[in-house]
């Protein structure tokens, strides 16, 4: 059973990181979101999963709001978004996808290479969660540099915080787990409400051209 | 101590959350402003008896000689500028910038800010420190964008990214350090526990609480504004309400700068980790050095004061990196001093943008002659923050040299060249502004002079006599800091 438990939250971590590469060579808008609710999902199988070896009930509910919030909901209105906005479809990026992909293992090799050498002592299965949750918030922190465009930032920093809940859930009876996945909820909420309010279609842009004439006054 | 039964931490905390609930509520601005004022002037009150006496240590709330002194200043800077606030929006909604739904709003709002700054101070919980300053950053973003011009959404939404960005490499190394702390102390709200993990510090995984402090010094380190992740900083100062500006700078920088000395003392406490002071001395200096010229080129008399800011926190954050009693007292010291100075210097800024409807530098001119009260106030304020004898910036900018010439000569050089540099482009620019043919619109300001003036005669004072208990007092606190 160990050995399965083992093989099974390892298996889900992998994934995590290896649909953060998906994401990094994503063009287009739909097609990113798409697999940033597949990102989710996983996500929430392994907080699921580690939630039963672990035995402790409470990191069902990360799991659940991963699963309904993360890989349903935000999708869906991001969705309707740039539908709304007519945002285009097509993803500028700052550099080639080659090139995010070789920066991207490198990051890769440099997470395992850290963590591993500095955990001998912690116990296996934490410390290859801890190396895949580095990997995932690196990639996801290169996939927000790679991107000019607001959305994109946002699906690359919601993937850098699906690492960080891979790590917490990982870390074995770490506490405020449920809080600070809700903590992270409401400051997504208000990312992706502040994409839809501000109309940010490019980086910056574009914005409410009206509130702009309205408040602009005297300011230059 | 115990007043009605409530102890003076939870009405810290309680005050403003209380506060920001009726402002949310009540729409009439005059009177709101006035509760505004009053709510942080209760919260200094608790924050004061906290001198006197501190409450038990609990699970999830402490007060130590270290954040005490935190809270002292943090709430005495919040009531000023409430003070400040109070004259500054009513001209802004004359001006049509705010309307009163969203003046309302800047209210709660502001209030919200300062539980999240006092949670975030009296935790004794790494998590909730670290929800605290998550807390701090949103509404801070909420606040940069409410003018809603281009510029102002653009500053907030660079704000916010860099800083979800700083935040979430935060809790990185939380994450890691609890992992460290979990061997030794076990599974579950211990190992998350301040006070705990100080004292079991020597016990744990020293190779992981390396790699959680670099974690912690970027994350953390982004929202003290240090450089290379210091980019928000600008443009959050110069597009946001001038009052959140001084609260910015003053406050919200030395909260994040508090959360890395905590760490900074647990890295200190086990002797197998490294010396968190190296990275802390070159970050601190590399920020000193940039910001210095930067100041040289900038056009916004507000995104200047911010750089100066990230100036000043490369200066605190070096000195508590060469550490020893000397080093740290003249960091609190100089840290306590830019917050006077530098909201005092954004409440004379705020005034004269709004007179001269414009923060361009080379649309102002002759403030000492047209608003004499004003312009003089800045040319003060300008003086004490770029170091001249006898203010109380230029007596902890000395003591940090001279502690840098006692333990590592070496690295006084680039201090002082900083240091030079800055002055330069600091008196530079206020020749420019206070000085010679007046230019832009002259119309009389109606501003409160009294914050500005209060925070400057404080400032003087202890440029030349710094009362002994004070003394002590950050001695102590000194020593606590290693």
Known sequence: ?220 | MTLFGIDAVMAVLAIPAIAAALLALLPAYRITARINVLATWLTFLAALSLLFGRPETGRYLFVDDLNNVFIVLTTFIGFTTSVFSASYIGHELETGRLTPIYLRFYHAMYQVLMFAMNLALVANNIGLMWVAIELATLTTVLMVGIYRTHEALEAAWKYFILGSVGIALALFGTILVYMAARPTIGEGLDAMIWTVLIDRAGGFDAALLNVAFVFLLLGYGTKVGLAPLHAWLPDAHAEGPTPISAVLSGLLLNVALYALLRFKLLLAANSNALAPGPLMVIIGLVSLIFAAFMLYRRRDIKRMFAYSSIEHMGIITFAFGIGGPLANFAGLLHMTMHSLTKSAIFFAVGHIAQVKGTQKIADMGGLTETHPVLGWGLVLGVVAIAGMPPLGIFMSEFLIVSSTFAREPLLAIPLVFGLLIGFGALILRLNQVAFGEPRGPSAPAEASYVPMYAHLALVFTAGVYLPPPLVVWFQNVAKVLG
């Open chain 1, 1 to 220: 059973m160990r050995g399965l438990a083992f093989d099974i939250s390892h298996l889900l971590a992998g994934s995590l990181v290896l649909i953060s590469f998906t994401l990094l060579y994503q063009d287009r808008l739909y097609s990113l979101l798409n697999i940033f609710a597949l990102h989710a999902f996983v996500l929430s199988l392994s907080v699921a999963w580690q939630a039963f070896i672990q035995d402790a009930p409470h990191l069902y509910l990360t799991a659940l709001i991963a699963m309904v919030f993360k890989a349903i909901i935000i999708p869906v209105v991001l969705h309707r978004i740039i539908v709304k906005l007519g945002i285009h479809r097509e993803i500028e990026t700052v550099v080639g996808v080659g090139v995010t992909m070789l920066g991207g293992m490198g990051l890769v090799a440099l997470s395992i290479m850290i963590m591993l050498r500095v955990t001998p002592e912690a116990d296996p299965l934490a410390r290859e969660d801890l190396a895949f949750a580095l990997a995932v918030v690196l990639l996801g922190l290169l996939l927000m540099v790679t991107r000019r465009n607001a959305v994109g930032q946002v699906v690359g920093f919601m993937s850098l915080e699906n690492g960080l809940v891979l790590a917490a859930t990982g870390a074995k009876g770490m506490p405020l787990v449920v809080e600070i996945s809700i903590a992270f909820s409401v400051l997504i909420a208000f990312i992706v409400i502040g994409i839809f309010l501000f109309r940010i279609r490019e980086r910056f842009d574009t914005v409410d051209l009206q509130a702009l004439d309205r408040f602009r006054g005297e300011r230059r």
